[in-house]
Each structure stands twice: as C-alpha cells, then as structure tokens.
C-alpha cells in the first residue's frame, strides 16, 4: 500500500501559539524533506485532517511520481525513530534542526509528539525517557464516549470524545470492520482495543487496533434523582430531615 500521509500528533496541554508554532517548523521540515527527496520532482502537499480536539495534523502528497512522496514518509519516519531514540538524524544540518525545532515545544505541559507515516508511529516525549515510558504507553483496555468523526481517507477510523476528559481520541479499525461503526456513529460507546496513552499524563492518545465497540444507553439527564430514598431507614433510626437538622442545630 502507498504511503502518501504524514501525520504529527501532540499529546498533552496545547496552547494555540505553541500548536501553530510547532505547525511551522513542520511545515519547515516537510518543504525541506520534499527538496531532498525530489530530485526535481514537485510534491504539491495538501491538510487531508486537522483536529483541534487532540491537536493532530495529517497532510496527503501528490506527485507525478509517487515513488518521491514515498520517500519522503520514509525519511519521515527515520527522523521520527531516531528523535525517539536519542539518536542523531542521519540527514543535513537544516533538516535535523527542523526536526529538532518541533521537540523544542515539549514544555511539560505538551508532554509528547508522535510522528506517523502510514502504520509506522515513532513519539517522543518530555519528562521521562522512552525506555522508561515504554511501559506504560500501550496496555489493552477500554474507553467510554462518544463515536464522531469517521473517515477513510488516509486511515479507517473515527474519533471518541470519552467522557473523562472530553478529549479526542483516534481509534483504528480494520477493513473488515467498517460496517459496525456506522450503526454507532453518534451514540455512546464503549470501545476496547489497544489503548495508548500520553506516558506522563496517563490520558488516552489512541486505540489502534479496535477490537470491538459496544454502543450503551444513554443517560437520561437528572435519573440520578430517582435514587434519592432507595436504601430505607431502619425502624428507630430518624429520617433523614430529622438527622440533617440534629447535625445542622448540634
């Protein structure tokens, strides 16, 4: 399968200045890497998705020869793996300063920064080391909120807002599993799969792949309110007025 994507994904707090800056250098980083990878040829680079919601930015290339935009993801993807692995970035000056400009927003607040080029995912993160969060990056698991945002485009998924933090979260599917979010697309859900997540804060990134996503009821607004008076006193306690107004007037 072509490869014709580039994504880049910043976990964490985001602050809008700091989201378009990093949006310049990568823009820097991808001009650079299309003239070095060229050889001559143009690669016209177009937004194929932008979400606010978990600050993620997927652009589409397209050449006459496909084979450059190809390229092109692959040393995406090296520079990727080595800024993950503390490694040097095996291309020119300028381009690995352009590279090295993105991870400059990694303040604490923006905790991670992944780089995706088709299946292959490199993230680099702030506060503990690769090794040390490797652990607690991935881990089978379950989501629940809200199915929005399908698409097939670049990829075959859809975005949850869960219900914790009201974040999006990508999520995965495979081909053959296209048909059974669609009956699901709106409602609430619960949706298990490999679960990665930020590995300073702990909150959901992604769920790729999707094993399964089961739709629930919805919450009808104030039925917590048909609880009140379920467990009943016993026959020589007070009720509950009685007991409120002994506490408020002791």
Not at 42 to 70: C, F, K
Not at 155 to 163: E, S
Not at 220 to 248: D, K, T
């Amino acid at each position: 399968m072509t490869v014709n994507t580039l994504t880049l994904a910043l976990g964490g707090e985001v602050p809008l200045d700091l989201f378009s800056q990093t949006i310049g250098h990568f823009q820097h980083l991808i001009e650079l890497l299309s003239k070095e990878m060229g050889e001559g040829v143009g690669i016209t680079w177009t937004v194929d998705e932008l979400s606010a919601g978990s600050a993620v930015i997927t652009i589409r290339g397209d050449a006459t020869d496909p084979g450059v935009v190809e390229r092109v993801g692959r040393a995406y993807t090296i520079i990727g793996q080595s800024l993950e692995e503390g490694k040097p970035i095996p291309y020119g000056p300028s381009i690995a300063r352009a590279a090295e400009n993105i991870t400059k927003v990694l303040n604490g607040k923006i905790t991670s920064i992944q780089f995706e080029a088709g299946s292959d995912v490199a993230t680099v993160t702030a506060g503990v080391s690769v090794e040390q969060a490797a652990g607690v990056i991935g881990a089978f698991g379950s989501l629940e909120g809200r199915i929005e945002t399908l698409t097939h485009r670049s990829w075959l998924g859809f975005t949850l807002y869960d219900f914790l933090h009201d974040r999006a979260i990508r999520c995965h599917l495979a081909p053959d599993q296209a048909d059974s979010v669609r009956e699901a697309w709106g409602h609430r859900a619960v949706v298990r799969g490999w679960v990665r997540r930020d590995p300073v804060s702990g909150r959901p990134v992604s769920i790729n792949p999707v094993q399964s996503i089961e739709i629930v009821p919805e919450v009808e607004r104030g039925s917590y309110r048909r609880a009140r008076g379920i467990a009943p006193a016993g026959p020589n306690e007070p009720s509950p007025e009685v007991a409120i107004r002994r506490l408020r007037d002791a």
